[in-house]
């Protein structure tokens, strides 16, 4: 890096098909601004501590304040809620913890009266252990149809008691769970990838996609504008389920050697997908792909799979320049050669709240800012999870007994899981629960909080809230924010600049010295620029 900001170094380009001109006539997703709403976390409607869909559609307002284009409501379908959702026990109803299908209808209306899109998590990868088909499973014998739907095997060993294989579970433990037959004898052995609440669909089997269709169709009939596809990259499963090499695991990691996920079959299931879809036309899919090679992880955005898939290198990529600088040249390798459209987050309800990650307190907040203003400078969809918008940090000191999260379980509570970073909204007041429910919350919410609800952030001009809703007004307005791709500038060390074609120029300090703004205006910066100088831990936007 140099000393000082130097020329244009190198242009990263994302597909031609995006070009200058063509905004107008593009699909809505490809550059949209889409919010992640948890909504247990997001507003509760009827004082019972957990967030619901009646709660989301009271706070409508102030998600069209906020400028958003589109929602992500994570799992709201019936579910004994053993992951948070995500094990489904009906995929074709609305559980009654969040208000039930009346409830998702005026949600659907109300957004779309304020001009805001929706999309909703699928989970095709498993079902619950209480959905109708595996209790049929269960009840059935082996080799039977019912058990032909999942992933039912003979176990090794003396008696069958080993597992089949050495698969180990995401959450812990194995990821074989055993059942016992109607004669009351030990039997076969299910596969979870995740929990044991949680049984692995056979994709091999057509009832399952033929099943699966029907879920898709059902809720765009019901004018869902499309759906995040929860382990998107983990349907299909090598032939034999042979054992892994090395038994390891981990949530949320980019590991190309994994047997339970990527395999070649998957992207048959993808193509059946995107036929349902294209009966829609304004309707996206958008994949949750953890693959690390940009060949393998572009395959799943071909023009007849996935619309987008979720690329979480910026997610994972400490506050340093050059990771940075990594991550973003990495995330639009990924997808140029598939021709579609890159996208960028920074955090979501798995993975710990950017300020925590970029060192806590007032500098993670300052990082965080800087960071939300990078993420908006580049081309494609970018991913807001509820919160990041008010800095919120992780809560990562939640007493135990409030503990939710089934990691926390499954590691005999050696790992806390996910549920700091799913702790409710603060909306308003002095006092905790800041308005996010009349009753108990179901995780607390820090009493030091009052500083960082939505109301009094909204009346504070510098705060990270207003910061956020001017950062994503301009990115929808100005045309400095046009073309497909960015062209580096040679920078300070410690620093990184790119520019968009439209004239934009984004400069991101994570060093620790002041340092001089390259020529241009000052459209908006996430820290005070004095005689054009960006302090440390500080991005601008300069035309």
């Known amino acids: 890096m140099s000393a000082t900001f130097g020329n244009i170094a190198r242009v990263t380009q994302t597909p031609a098909s995006l070009v200058p001109g063509e905004a107008s006539t593009a699909p809505w997703w490809k550059t949209a601004v889409f919010y992640q709403v948890y909504p247990r976390s997001f507003a509760d409607s009827d004082g019972d501590g957990v967030g619901d869909l009646g709660g989301v559609r009271e706070k409508m307002g102030y998600l069209e304040l906020l400028g958003v284009d589109a929602l992500w409501i994570c799992p709201v379908m019936r579910s004994p809620q053993a992951d948070g959702g995500y094990d489904v026990s009906d995929p074709r109803d609305i559980d009654p913890l969040f208000g039930g299908l009346e409830a998702l209808d005026a949600l659907i209306a109300e957004a779309h009266d304020r001009e805001i899109k929706v999309t909703m998590d699928l989970v095709p990868n498993h079902t619950s252990v209480e959905h109708a088909w595996f209790h049929a499973a269960v009840e059935a014998s082996p080799g039977s149809p019912e058990r032909a739907r999942y992933i039912f ?22 990821a074989w769970t055993r059942v016992t037959e109607a004669d009351g004898t030990p039997g076969q052995w299910y596969l979870h990838i995740f929990a044991p609440e949680q049984p692995d669909l056979n994709w091999d089997n057509p009832e399952v996609a033929a099943d699966f269709e029907k879920t898709l169709r059902f809720w765009l009939d019901r004018g869902i504008d499309g759906f995040r596809l929860d382990v998107a990259h983990g349907m299909a499963k090598p032939e034999g389920l042979p054992d892994m090499a090395k038994v390891q695991t981990k949530m949320l990691v980019n590991d190309d050697d994994d047997p339970r996920f990527n395999n070649p079959g998957v992207h048959a299931i993808h193509r059946r997908i995107r036929t349902v879809l294209d009966d829609y036309p304004q309707a996206v899919s958008i994949g949750e792909v953890w693959v690390d090679d940009n060949v393998r992880f572009g395959e799943y955005v071909r023009p007849d799979e996935l619309h987008l898939a979720f690329n979480f290198r910026l997610a994972e990529t400490p506050f340093a320049a050059d990771k940075v600088h990594e991550a973003i040249t990495h995330s639009l390798d990924a997808v140029a050669a598939a021709g579609a459209p890159p996208t960028w987050t920074l955090s979501n309800h798995d993975i710990a709240r ?3 990650r970029y060192g806590g307190g007032k500098t993670g907040v300052a990082r965080a800012r800087a960071m939300m203003m990078v993420e908006l400078a580049l081309p494609g969809a970018v991913f807001i999870y509820n919160g990041a918008e008010l800095g919120l940090p992780n809560v990562d000191d939640l007493p135990e007994d409030v503990l939710q999260d089934p990691v926390w379980q499954r590691s005999g509570h050696t790992e806390r899981g996910r549920d700091g970073c799913r702790v409710p909204m603060p909306w308003e007041g002095a006092t905790t629960p800041f308005g996010f429910t009349t009753g108990k919350p179901w995780l607390p919410i820090p009493a030091d909080w009052a500083d960082r609800t939505v109301e009094a952030q909204l009346e504070t001009l510098h705060s990270t809230l207003s ?16 073309g ?4 580096w500038y040679g920078s300070p060390d410690g620093c990184l600049a790119f520019r968009r074609p439209g004239g934009l120029i984004c400069v991101l300090n994570a060093s620790e010295n002041t340092i001089q703004l390259p ?3 000052v459209l908006l910066s996430s820290a005070p620029v004095t005689d054009d100088r960006l302090p440390p831990n500080a991005a601008a936007w300069l035309v």
């Not at 095997?153 to 194995?174: E, H, L, T, Y």
Request: hydrophobic letters at 25%; glycine letters at 16%; proline letters at 12%.
């Open 153 to 174: 095997r003979d176990g090794r060993g003396k008696n069958g008691d080993q597992p089949p294989n050495n698969w180990p579970s995401i959450f812990g433990g194995p």
């Open 354 to 356: 950017e300020v925590t």
């Open 467 to 482: 910061l956020y809703r001017l950062a994503i007004d301009l990115r929808g307005t100005r045309p400095e924010f046009g």
């Open 484 to 487: 497909q791709r960015i062209e």
């Open 519 to 521: 020529p241009g205006e």
